[in-house]
């Protein structure tokens, strides 16, 4: 198997003599405390390194990426956009394992069911074949887990925090433990998180946007011989009571439970640099919830319970040959959806459907990476992904309710592919250039094909699907550079993506609407083309020893091929932040931006504009030495101005919280 | 080692699939035995008639009636001239109602047929079903009960001559797209109920305690005997109005909303 595929791979690519090391992952030899992230290979230097970062949510993590721009329906759950591309667009995993939402209203992005302290890194690309594995159009995240670590210095380690912040009187509860032996070890995290509801700058209480979650993570390595390893992790999360003020109904509860063994060979002297097969299944319990709502909101009484299981494997190896590093890897999984909808009118019967008629999913696919190092200045990494896609309807019933939409067979089948180049050009000591040009697809997600009136409140449309939709695809370009010198880094970076067969909602003339109080329904089609471009900018400059200054800057424009702009997309959004770190002190003050999106399409996309902003926050910190432990302590005040403001993405344009202090304490040991 | 490693990763991927996946049965409507229910036995000097329906009760509305007609041996004939007629006698009068006369269903062995009941079973009011073999008549009395909703839709058109609209109760509902059938019929006197075809029906389905319809019904056309055929599209379970507005040929609108109603 390993040498057929290594031939056919030194056929596909050119083929140079320069012996060159390869720096591709970070393996951090220390537990407990690291969250940082890779963005197509740019990795970017800020490390989460002082646990506060841990006691913060995954999705303020993520709101400081550039390019990462968050879709909020409370103060909970926020679901991630790349460049404004976002839900089947890109891909999303844990620890490369494929996980679905269970919620038809996308309540419950994955990111929401993993926390930093699980982490120990998150990996982002933006186009089809960068970071990423499995076919998309727009890149994806990966959240790879914390593993436990074997011949740690320390047998027993770990971290315990607390922090507490007056704003929606919110507390985080972090714990870490490691046990580290030669040939085995084993740690163990968890997080308890509770938060009431919140108030909007100027004293405004949000109502039902409280929260409540705990989270697990459980780690155990074992070696089998030095370079053979044999690992489970299993990852639990629960959350309780979470309101979603910019949505119908409230949560009352989202689970999930995420289980995988892996076996992982890294052999030495050998071409075959490593060789990881794992195997998981996840499976994802929620429910949407309407008991706690004030009667004039609640039409009727309904139950909307949700269910996701996703059962899959995969082995990659990677190997070193001159000048080549290559990759390939064998994936398949299967995921199955369920979702219904039981609504309880007074004095009639009650009325049972499925909103998500029982989605079968199984992808089969192969991933081929080559990085070619031609001499001292040029990296090529030419890469192509082969997915199978498989879709039908697993239960009667689930036949039965399409029979209301489609005429004919339910079942899908498609075979997508991408490819792309990625290409490095080291100019000199300080400039880089970097482009790369890809084609992507996706297949229509299993909403898009096969919806059962899905409510959709920033249009106010209930969604049927379209079994018929073909798949999405785009070109993709982007062309950056990175200037680096001793106290200076600018890297500026420009992308435009051309899709053909474009999904969207159209209006469907002639349906009724399932949703009492919707404006319509609408069907997902295939629009002929759409155009995102934009760009971002990070930049860090040193002006000092022990100052620091960042700013962070991104823009994305799309349009239909009708020229009507698309909607959720981010305008230019800056953060700018300084600091000051004197030995044991850190100090900081950040300014958070976003221009005025009026490039809406209201009519079309049921999208309006949305006011500019700028917020203010400011923290200080000190470590305190305890022996050999560290105590750290941490304070922050947020919107110190106690602005009034949303973010163009945020549903229901709902204000976001105001002024907020936040205390942090931790110890690690 | 790796093939233990393999059998270990293949035992948890079984054990956690299955424990999550023995879950839920969706809760879907039982289906009615389609088993007969005897009605009704009756003696003629060379036969012997029994009566079956397709439930125990017969209802208000549609419903099938099957005749099994025995010869002294027990064998059941085929050959038999069969007709019945249904009947409801009342303290001062009498009155018969829409049906469809019987015919030999060789499949079954019984002479099959229908009548569309137009009121129940009351203190003093009894419906029996007449039924003649070779000329020789006989009576089954039978009970007919109320269901539990309105199937059947009796009105007066614009046209001053009262129309009898019955729905053709399946045996089960199911979510999606559903045949549906029904019968008109109209009343000329106590006696004759003649079925009325070529008429138009526009149905519309809609949820009451919604407001909401269902997209891509189609509404029932006449094939004949009084019968019309059509789609309707059950979007979810509960109660169903099915509105029907029912024109002539020449597009006068007879009955502006003749609807049935429906639970599963």
Known sequence: ?669 | MKKIFALVCVAIALCTYTSCTSKKNNPKPDIETPAKSQLGTANTTDHTITLYADTPLLFTGYNRLYVKVQDATGAVSSTANVSIHPLMEMSTMSHSAPYEQVSYDAATGLYSGAAVFIMPTADDDAWKMEVTVNGQKVAIPVTVGTFPTKVISISLGSDNTTYIVSLLRPAAWKVGMNDVEFTVHKITDMMNFPAVDNLSLEMTPEMPSMGHGSPNNISPVSTGNGHYKGKVNYTMTGDWRLHLKVSDASGTVLLQDAFIDILF
């Open chain 1, 1 to 669: 198997m390993r040498i057929p595929l290594y031939a056919l791979l030194l056929c596909s690519v050119p083929f140079m003599v320069h012996a060159q090391s390869e720096t591709d992952s970070v393996h951090h030899s220390y537990t407990l405390s690291t969250v940082n992230y890779t963005i197509a290979g740019q990795r970017y230097q800020k490390n989460y390194t002082r646990s506060r970062e841990l006691q913060q949510s995954t999705d303020r993590l993520l709101e400081r990426i550039p390019g990462v721009t968050m879709i909020r329906r409370g103060n909970f759950a926020m679901e991630p956009t790349l460049r404004g591309l976002s839900a089947a667009q890109i891909n999303m995993t844990i620890d490369g394992m494929q996980l679905f939402g269970a919620c038809t209203d996308r309540m419950d992005p994955i990111s929401s069911y993993v926390e930093p302290n699980n982490m120990e890194r998150i990996q982002l690309g933006f186009s089809p074949n960068g970071e990423q594995h499995n076919a998309s159009v727009g890149g994806g995240l990966n959240f790879s887990l914390k593993q436990a670590q074997t011949g740690a210095a320390k047998v027993w380690s770990g971290l315990a925090g607390a922090g507490y912040e007056t704003n929606a009187s919110a507390t985080q509860t972090i714990a870490a433990l490691q046990y580290s032996r030669s040939r085995f070890a084993i740690s163990a995290n968890g997080v308890w998180r509770r938060a009431g509801n919140y108030t909007a700058g100027k004293g405004q209480e949000i109502n039902f946007s409280q929260y409540n979650k705990w989270n697990l993570g459980l780690s155990a390595v074992y070696l089998l011989k030095p370079n053979q390893q044999l690992r489970v992790d299993y990852l639990q999360d629960e959350g309780y009571n979470i309101g979603y003020p910019a949505l119908t109904m409230d949560v009352s509860f989202a689970k999930a439970k995420i289980g995988s063994a892996s076996y992982i060979y890294t052999p030495t002297g050998m071409k075959l640099k490593s060789w990881e097969s794992k195997v998981y299944y996840n499976y994802i319990d929620h429910a949407m919830d309407d008991t706690k709502r004030p009667a004039w909101q609640v039409p009727i009484h309904m139950d909307m319970p949700g269910t996701s299981q996703t059962m899959g494997l995969y082995s990659r190896a990677k190997w070193y040959y001159t000048n080549h590093f290559l990759e390939a890897q064998f994936t398949a999984y299967s995921n199955r959806l369920h979702a219904e909808m039981t609504m309880y009118p007074k004095n009639a019967a009650e009325m049972f459907m499925l909103t998500l008629p029982d989605v079968q999913r199984t992808v089969y696919g192969i991933d081929l990476k080559d990085k070619i190092y031609l001499g001292q200045d040029w990296t090529l990494s030419p890469s192509l992904t082969v997915n199978y896609v498989q879709s039908d309807i697993y239960t009667e019933l689930g036949k039965e309710t399409l029979s209301s939409l489609f005429t004919g067979s339910l079942d899908r089948k498609n075979l997508i592919w991408n490819a792309g180049l990625n290409a490095e050009k080291h100019i000199n000591g300080r400039w880089t250039l970097f482009g790369q040009l890809s084609r992507g697809a996706r297949s229509a997600s299993a909403q898009e094909l096969y919806a059962f009136y899905l409510f959709n409140r920033m249009d106010n449309f209930d969604y049927i699907g379209n079994k018929d939709l073909k798949q999405e695809t785009s070109v993709n370009a982007s062309l950056g550079m990175s200037y680096h010198q001793h106290r200076l880094h600018i890297q500026p970076q420009l992308f435009v993506y051309r899709f053909s067969n474009y999904i969207v909602g159209q209006r469907k003339q002639g349906y009724s609407t399932m949703t009492i109080g919707a404006s319509g329904v609408k069907q997902y089609v295939n629009i002929p083309d759409a155009l995102l471009y934009g760009g971002e900018l990070y930049a860090t400059y040193r002006p000092w020893d022990k100052w620091y200054i960042q700013s962070t800057n991104s823009i994305s424009i799309g349009q239909d091929n009708a020229g009507n702009a698309l909607p959720l997309i981010p305008p230019f959004k800056s953060i700018n932040r300084i600091e000051y770190t004197p030995s044991k002190y850190g100090f900081y003050a950040e300014s958070i931006s976003q221009s005025r999106q009026d490039r809406v399409s209201t009519a079309v996309y049921g999208e309006r504009a949305s006011a500019g902003f700028t917020i203010f926050n400011v923290g200080a910190g000190r470590n305190f030495a305890i022996g050999k432990n560290t105590l750290n302590v941490h304070a922050a005040v947020y919107n110190i101005l106690d602005k009034q403001y949303y973010e163009h993405l945020d549903i229901l344009k709902l204000y976001r919280p105001g002024r907020n202090l936040a205390l942090n304490l931790s110890l690690t040991f």
